[in-house]
Structures are given as C-alpha cells and as structure tokens.
C-alpha cells in the first residue's frame, strides 16, 4: 500500500490537487468503478469533472456521487450539470439537528483501489484552490489492509451504497424541483461573499491579506503520475543489453509464476526466495526502469500490463506514455519525409493530430522548467536525436525541403505574433522581413480561399492541417475582404449622417465635410451599381440595406 498526504491552497504552484487527481484517476484504465460521497458541490466544480467523468462513463461499471444539501451548500446549477450529464446522483438529507459531510472518493478496479479522504468537497476552489487536506491510499486488490478499510467504508455506509436508506433520494429533474422549493439548493449566484466593506475593514485592521491562488486557466487536468509502492534506491549501475533481451522472456515468466503462487506479495520479489537469479532479475529491472535506464519500450509495456511493482515517485507510466508519444513523433516525421521532427499545438480538439502536437508543446515548457516532470538528459538526447525543433529553424538544419521552409515561417509568424499581438502582418511594412512575412500569409490566404493552379492544371489547396495552424495562431484568412467591409461601414456611417442633414442628398455647395464621401459615392456608384457577382452580394446587400441611392 502508498500512502499520501494531498495538500493544496498553500503553494499556488502546486498542481498536485484533488481535482487534478480525480481527474487523473478518471482517465486511467485501472478502475472500473467510482464511488464519491461529498457534503456539498458547485457548478465550477462539478463541470471541471464533467469531461473526465463522462469518459470513464463508457467504461465503469457503477459511476456514483451521493450528496448533501445541507445548509444550501449545494447550488440548484450543480444538480442540474449531473442531471445534464447524467450522472447516476443521490441527495442525502435529513429534518434532524445534523448534516452529511463527508468527503471520500473510492476507485475500484480488477488489480488496483485508490481511496482519497479529506476536507475536499465537490467545489472548484475545494478541489484546486482552498487550504485543503487529504490522505490518498493506492493498493492493489491483493493487499489485505487496503481490503479491509474499503470493507469498513463500504459496512458503515451500506444502507447509502445499496440505496435503501430512507434518507437517500435519486437526483431527477422532478426531485430537483422539490428541493428547490422547499428551500434546500439555490442558485449559486446567490451563495454569500465576503462584502467589499468587510475585506476593507480587514485590510484596515492589517488582518487576513489575500493570498495568490492556483491559476486554473492554465491548468492542464489529468497529466499527474500518480504513485504507486516503494522501492529503495540501489547504488550501482547497470544497463539493458542485448544478452538482457534473450533472457527476458525467460525469466519474466518466472516472475508471473512467482506473483501467481505469492499472491499477498504483490509482484515484489523477497530478498530471502530461494530462486536467486530471479530476484537478481528482478532487482535489475527495477533500477532499469526507475533510474531511467534505455530499455525497450514493448518490455516497459509488458511489465505495466501485468502490474509489475514499479518504484513510486519515478514517473514510470509517465515513461512509458513519454516513449508512446515519441515514437508517434518519430513515425509522423518518417511519414511526412521531414528532416525535423514538430508538429504545431492546435485547439482543435477534433485535429488527428492534437494531442501530439499538445505533447510537443509540452515538452518545450518541460525543458524549460515551466513545467513538470523535470526535463531528463534521456529526453534531451532523444529529442535531439530525431531534430526536434526547440526554437525556430536555425543552421543546424540542412536542405531547404518545401515543409520545412513552411515551417520556418510559421515560427517566424509565431515571433511576430508574441512581439505585436497579431498574426496578420502587412506586406507594405517598412522592414522587409515583415513585409516578406506578410506576403507569405497572403500565399497562405490564396491558397486556402482559392487555391493555387499548376502548370499541369492541378489546383494546389493549403492543408486543413495547417490551416487549423494558422487559426490557432490568429491568421484572418478573409483580412483583405474584412478590411473592405470595415471601409465601407466607414463610408456608410458619414453616408447616414449625411442623408440625416441633407435629406434630398444634395447637400450644399461649399459644405466640405462630406466630399471624400461624396466622391466614395460616385465611385461605388460607378464599379458596383450592376454587380450581380456572388463575391460582390455583400456590399450590394448592405449598401440596399441602408437604403443607398444608386440613382
């Protein structure tokens, strides 16, 4: 059994929270079974969980949250985000002198349990913000101590568990309604605050200043590694090699069978076993993998697959997933013939290629330290491996293949997106590199609005994936027709003025303030009385809109 204390509020850097780790725990495929018991929720708290949630509802057998709504705890909106979502709810509440409060969130699966306890409720700012505490304990179905505490939680609260406790009631839009109208849940945008004359009268008093909060904009829910069971560090080295390989499966079998005839070991080879080369083997694999050792990525996976007992803290499973993710790299790069290995994040979450090019972004702010886990010589060297590009193109890069003089104004476009705010530079700019710049995002525009003809006749289109890309980074594929329509509301707001002053639109001779317009008038008179183009419907029927007199 791993026991772990859970606190959050205290460091606003801490990404280590409840909700983080619910969210976590929602999306790892070993638990099949959710059980939460939480004195009070809100709407932002319970819609942070919703995505999770609703994944691990495809493959959960039992997905249950019983709740309280004592002392109007619970918001009316955050029912309705369980009914929304359907949600499988219970409401506990009683007419007695006493309220439901506990917090406890039980996972359940076919090899591992993780039981959380603590002061968290079903709140955004109890999962991520508050001074929070909480015990998280990770055992396997195999360890009797871990066994035992579910079989109390699951004897003391069975009349809730099995839903016969006359105080329970399933959450439904009908039941909702009552609860509503005797009072028991409102709107959350009825739950108090402090006033802004009682922070001041505190501020007055020098007492209770406020405190830098975990910035849940820019957290990214669901990455932790969660721990599992110890090991004790070894100090000595030792790699996998080739003569490693042709033994494995050899003694890999050794060890199941071993697991299989020592079922309250859970994995772990005893010091005092009589099959020495066993325990020698597997003593190795340990340090191998828990000390970042070169070992093959199908072996990594066959241990996890059969819960081999890794070391806690180690991030195993997020080496295993960094491996899986680099090789789905490697193969993009090999696929598209690329002399470099990036792919661009998109917000697209419905991209092929999303989650990679989301994985590549996050590998630049691991490097550089903005973001956990600690970025490792292994991964450096593996990236540089296959090119990976850190910044933008540089010398290092030889050839000039069309993708990767794309990219290399993309990245430049990126820069100039980071210096000035926008991704649409112009292409009469004073500095000839932006003005370059701004031509090739005018290529970019022709080639997506219109496409580009070859000499052969073939139709070149710019790439839905790149140009999800160019989006994402704020490219106006329409700049030149929004700017066209912004000149015209221009026009039309001194044209309306105008008709307001002069009604029979004459105006008055010598009355300057309106001649540009005027000769704007004759102008769109002239070019666009008899368009009937689809690319010229707009201005017509905007112009028809306001009543323009085309006579």
């Given at each position: 059994m791993q026991g772990n204390f859970i606190g959050h509020g205290l460091d606003p850097k801490n990404e280590n929270t409840v909700g983080n780790i619910l969210v976590t725990s929602f999306g790892e495929n070993k638990f099949d079974s959710f059980t939460g018991l939480i004195a009070f929720a809100s709407y932002a708290g319970v819609n942070k969980l919703v995505p999770s949630i609703n994944i691990a509802k495809k493959k959960y057998k039992k997905l249950n949250f019983f709740i309280g709504v004592d002392d109007n705890g619970t918001s009316k909106d955050a029912l309705q985000e369980l009914i929304r979502n359907e949600i499988e709810t219970y409401i506990f509440h009683t007419q007695s002198a006493m309220i439901f409060h506990p917090k406890i969130f039980l996972f359940e699966g076919k090899n591992w349990n993780r039981l959380i306890i603590g002061s968290t409720?079903?709140?955004?700012?109890?999962?991520?913000?508050?001074?929070e505490g909480a015990i998280s304990l990770n055992f396997r179905t195999?360890?009797?101590?871990?066994?035992?505490?579910?079989?109390?939680?699951?004897?003391?609260?069975?009349?809730?568990?099995?839903?016969?406790?006359?105080?329970?009631?399933?959450?439904?839009?009908?039941?909702?309604?009552?609860?509503?109208?005797?009072?028991l849940v409102i709107k959350e945008i009825n739950t108090r605050f402090k006033s802004d004359e009682e922070i001041e009268n505190l501020e007055n008093l020098e007492l209770f200043p406020e405190m830098e909060k975990l910035n849940l904009k820019n957290l990214e829910l669901g990455n932790l590694d969660l721990p599992e069971e110890l090991e004790n560090d070894r100090d000595y080295d030792i790699q996998f090699t080739a003569n490693s390989l042709e033994k494995f499966p050899i003694l890999f079998e050794r060890w199941k069978e071993y697991k299989?005839?020592?079922?309250?070991?859970?994995?772990?080879?005893?010091?005092?076993?009589d099959d020495r080369t066993l325990f020698t083997w597997f003593r190795n694999i340990k340090y191998l993998i828990n000390n970042n050792r070169e070992i093959p990525l199908f072996i990594m996976q066959q241990l996890e697959e059969s819960d081999f007992p890794f070391e806690d803290g180690k991030l195993v499973k997020s080496r295993i997933r960094w491996k899986e993710r680099f090789e789905d790299l490697v193969a993009y790069k090999t696929k598209h013939k690329m002399d470099f290995a990036h792919i661009p994040q998109t917000k697209n979450q419905n991209s092929p290629n999303y989650s990679l090019g989301t994985?590549?972004?996050?590998?630049?702010?691991?490097?550089?330290?903005?973001?956990?886990?600690?970025?490792?010589?292994?991964?450096?060297?593996?990236?540089?491996?296959?090119?990976?590009?850190?910044?933008?193109?540089?010398s290092k890069i030889s050839g000039t293949p069309l993708d990767r003089k794309w990219?290399?104004?993309?990245?430049?476009?990126?820069?100039?997106?980071?210096?000035?705010?926008?991704?649409n530079p112009s292409q009469i700019d004073k500095d000839l590199e932006i003005k370059k710049l701004g031509k090739w995002v005018n290529d970019q525009r022709t080639l997506r609005n219109t496409g580009r003809k070859k000499a052969n006749g073939e139709i070149i289109k710019l790439t839905k994936e790149r140009e999800e890309w160019l989006i994402d980074l704020g490219v106006d594929f329409d700049y030149q027709l929004n700017i066209r329509k912004a000149n015209l509301e221009k026009f039309i707001a001194t044209y309306l003025e105008f008709k307001k002053e002069y009604p029979d639109g004459k105006g008055v001779r010598g009355d300057i303030r309106f001649s540009k317009m005027l000769e704007i008038k004759a102008s769109i008179k002239y070019n666009y009385k008899d368009d009937k183009s689809e690319e010229g419907k707009w201005r017509i029927d905007r112009l028809n809109e306001i009543g323009f007199d085309w006579t």
């Open positions: 409720n079903l709140t955004s700012s109890g999962l991520f913000i508050n001074v195999s360890d009797a101590q871990g066994i035992k505490i579910i079989n109390q939680f699951k004897l003391y609260f069975e009349d809730l568990l099995n839903k016969t406790h006359q105080n329970i009631e399933k959450l439904t839009t009908e039941f909702l309604e009552i609860l509503i109208s005797q009072g299989k005839n020592n079922p309250k070991s859970g994995g772990v080879v005893k010091k005092d076993t994985w590549c972004a996050l590998q630049k702010l691991r490097r550089k330290g903005i973001r956990p886990p600690i970025w490792t010589e292994y991964e450096e060297q593996k990236m540089n491996e296959i090119n990976f590009l850190w910044e933008t193109f540089g990219f290399e104004n993309y990245f430049k476009l990126e820069e100039y997106k980071t210096k000035t705010g926008n991704a």
